[in-house]
């Protein structure tokens, strides 16, 4: 299993970046797909998650309304779309496969300031 994360970067408050995570090595169809985001000194947080089919999602209260979640099984890539976005939503943002065992990403750094 690999996930590999990509599209962050530095943004001000109030832009946009879109992040992508792209899985290996399993039927990536077969899972439901989450996003989560860690500061220093802090446990990792959910952000968003969405089920396999892409049917199903929920976001943390944080992030709603301005945080979409989505998926293309085609490319076996989950994608984390975020607007508005503040300076408390600097973190890395990790990709995490739901189900059986426990497989993260990298992360990729996302950093919102003026």
């Known amino acids: 299993v690999q996930l590999v994360e990509s599209g962050g970067g530095l943004v001000q408050p109030g832009g946009s970046l879109r992040l992508s995570c792209a899985a290996s090595g399993f039927t990536f169809s077969s899972y439901g797909m989450s996003w989560y985001r860690q500061t220093p000194g802090k446990e990792r947080e959910l952000v968003a998650l969405?089920?396999?089919?892409?049917?199903?999602?929920n976001y943390a209260d944080a992030v709603k309304g301005r945080f979409t979640i989505s998926r293309d099984n085609a490319k076996n890539t989950v994608y984390l779309q975020m607007n508005s976005l503040e300076p408390e939503d600097t973190a890395k943002y990790y990709c995490r496969r739901l189900g059986g065992g426990n497989y993260w990403g990298q992360g990729t750094q996302v950093t919102v300031s003026s």
């Open positions: 969405i089920s396999n089919t892409g049917g199903r999602t």
